[in-house]
């Protein structure tokens, strides 16, 4: 194999779609205001607006995490200026029209999921226990499928490249961007849509959750708190653009971050506990340091996975304590707002530290009243100024998978 290019990688347009809004203004503002409680968090359907970048038949021939994926896709591809503005779906062709600069052959998908198209095939077992199995879905096959959503997008505009799935549960989103700026770094892709999608809220995995205890019985996700009492589910998509740094300066693109290091681990303890006292996740964090090249008292704030669980808490509070020690970079866990989205979290996360550059701000943990006196770090209850430098951005899933990603800043623009 031929060595790296080790380009650097530019963020260049956002994409979400989350229970507390859709689309990146509203999911911003949603990040600074209490939710209602509930141990399980919906995307207002309503607001989807699926039908304005799909026709009908691929709406319904498509699992819900598919089209979360669709829709934050083209927010962000038309966010980064490599979507024809007037380019909507119609019955003959759901391809929309790219750039004509975009070379397709070198343009690629890397999406992290965590259970693929569960709701469909909780739907269709219904279905088959109820009517019989001539009532099954001819699409079911391909709609539970966890490498649906990257295949949709590939097809959905048309990008000849590499269309990787990533499926390392909560950590997914997170690994696929790493995978997909490694994509671009390596010289392998020029354009790359990454991100995470999920939506794992059927009735058999949400029972699944409640028999073992990880749901919230009081539905207030409090990441980091003494009183927490579990984590609130969810579902959401999270997308990135990711360009050559050179080539986004060149066509005079918006630059979100820069993405400067990244790495995944395996805890090898448990199928769902963490290894004690987070000793997995601080060596992924180490290694992601020492991929970017940097210290870590450079890393001026960290998005934590804080899934208002006891165990993942405690265990993630000692590995950043480790990790920072006095140094205290702001710590802050979204998830007080967006619950756990599982596969799509890692995602999620990353288009708000993308947001938290542009706003030059870190929004609080909401949820958090009384800090748990046991996790040592400096975790943001109300916004902070995010002062410039490097972000780190972490997720931690079942299987013992670990991700962690390094977030640089943009560059600094000068009027003359």
Same mark, same amino acid.
């Given at each position: 194999?031929?060595?790296?290019?080790?380009?650097?990688?530019?963020?260049?347009?956002?994409?979400?779609?989350?229970?507390?809004?859709?689309?990146?203004?509203?999911?911003?503002?949603?990040?600074?205001?209490?939710?209602?409680?509930?141990?399980?968090?919906?995307?207002?359907?309503?607001?989807?607006?699926?039908?304005?970048?799909?026709?009908?038949?691929?709406?319904?021939? $498509?699992?819900?995490? !598919?089209?979360? +994926?669709?829709? @934050?896709?083209?927010? /962000? =591809?038309?966010?980064? %200026?490599?979507?024809?503005?007037?380019?909507?779906?119609?019955?003959?062709?759901?391809?929309?029209?790219?750039?004509?600069?975009?070379?397709?052959?070198?343009?690629?998908?890397?999406?992290?999921?965590?259970?693929?198209?569960?709701?469909?095939?909780?739907?269709?077992?219904?279905?088959?226990?109820?009517?019989?199995?001539?009532?099954?879905?001819?699409?079911?096959?391909?709609?539970?499928?966890?490498?649906?959503?990257?295949?949709?997008?590939?097809?959905?505009?048309?990008?000849?490249?590499?269309?990787?799935?990533?499926?390392?549960?909560?950590?997914?989103?997170?690994?696929?961007?790493?995978?997909?700026?490694?994509?671009?770094?390596?010289?392998?892709?020029?354009?790359?849509?990454?991100?995470?999608?999920?939506? $794992?809220?059927?009735? !058999?995995?949400? +029972?699944?959750? @409640?028999?073992?205890? /990880? =749901?919230?019985?009081? %539905?207030?996700?409090?990441?980091?708190?003494?009183?927490?009492?579990?984590?609130?589910?969810?579902?959401?998509?999270?997308?990135?653009?990711?360009?050559?740094?050179?080539?986004?300066?060149?066509?005079?693109?918006?630059?979100?971050?820069?993405?400067?290091?990244?790495?995944?681990?395996?805890?090898?303890?448990?199928?769902?506990?963490?290894?004690?006292?987070?000793?997995?996740?601080?060596?992924?964090?180490?290694?992601?340091?020492?991929?970017?090249?940097?210290?870590?008292?450079?890393?001026?704030?960290?998005?934590?996975?804080?899934?208002?669980?006891?165990?993942?808490?405690?265990?993630?509070?000692?590995?950043?304590?480790?990790?920072?020690?006095?140094?205290?970079?702001?710590?802050?866990?979204?998830?007080?707002?967006?619950?756990?989205?599982?596969?799509? +979290?890692?995602?999620?996360?990353?288009? /708000?530290?993308?947001?938290?550059?542009?706003?030059?701000?870190?929004?609080?943990?909401?949820?958090?009243?009384?800090?748990?006196?046991?996790?040592?770090?400096?975790?943001?209850?109300?916004?902070?100024?995010?002062?410039?430098?490097?972000?780190?951005?972490?997720?931690?899933?079942?299987?013992?998978?670990?991700?962690?990603?390094?977030?640089?800043?943009?560059?600094?623009?000068?009027?003359?």
């Amino acid at each position: 194999m031929r060595a790296p290019l080790n380009r650097q990688v530019a963020v260049t347009g956002i994409g979400v779609v989350t229970p507390g809004g859709v689309g990146v203004v509203d999911f911003w503002s949603s990040l600074f205001r209490d939710m209602p409680p509930s141990a399980v968090r919906r995307v207002a359907h309503d607001t989807l607006n699926a039908r304005r970048v799909m026709t009908h038949k691929t709406a319904k021939n $498509s699992d819900i995490n !598919v089209r979360f +994926a669709i829709v @934050a896709a083209d927010e /962000a =591809l038309r966010d980064a %200026g490599l979507l024809d503005v007037g380019a909507q779906p119609d019955d003959a062709s759901d391809v929309s029209m790219l750039a004509d600069f975009v070379d397709r052959d070198r343009a690629a998908v890397s999406i992290g999921t965590g259970i693929g198209g569960i709701q469909t095939y909780s739907m269709q077992a219904d279905v088959l226990r109820e009517k019989g199995e001539r009532f099954v879905s001819p699409h079911t096959v391909p709609m539970v499928m966890p490498n649906a959503a990257a295949g949709a997008l590939s097809i959905r505009f048309g990008l000849r490249g590499a269309a990787l799935t990533t499926a390392t549960a909560c950590a997914a989103g997170t690994d696929a961007i790493a995978a997909g700026a490694r994509l671009i770094a390596h010289g392998t892709a020029d354009l790359v849509i990454a991100g995470g999608t999920d939506s $794992s809220l059927s009735p !058999v995995s949400l +029972a699944g959750f @409640a028999n073992m205890r /990880a =749901l919230s019985k009081s %539905g207030i996700s409090r990441p980091f708190d003494r009183d927490r009492d579990g984590l609130a589910a969810s579902e959401a998509c999270g997308i990135l653009i990711l360009e050559p740094y050179d080539a986004a300066v060149a066509r005079g693109a918006r630059i979100y971050m820069t993405i400067d290091g990244a790495a995944s681990t395996s805890d090898a303890h448990h199928i769902t506990a963490p290894a004690p006292h987070g000793t997995g996740a601080e060596r992924t964090m180490r290694l992601a340091l020492n991929d970017a090249g940097i210290a870590p008292e450079e890393i001026v704030h960290v998005n934590a996975h804080g899934t208002s669980t006891g165990l993942n808490d405690a265990a993630e509070g000692e590995a950043l304590q480790r990790v920072f020690g006095t140094t205290r970079p702001v710590v802050t866990s979204i998830k007080g707002v967006t619950g756990h989205s599982f596969g799509a +979290a890692g995602a999620v996360e990353a288009v /708000a530290v993308a947001l938290g550059f542009e706003k030059a701000m870190v929004p609080p943990t909401i949820g958090l009243v009384n800090q748990d006196e046991t996790i040592d770090i400096d975790i943001a209850t109300t916004p902070r100024p995010l002062p410039r430098g490097p972000v780190m951005s972490n997720s931690f899933g079942f299987g013992g998978h670990n991700g962690s990603i390094i977030f640089g800043p943009p560059p600094i623009t000068v009027a003359y």
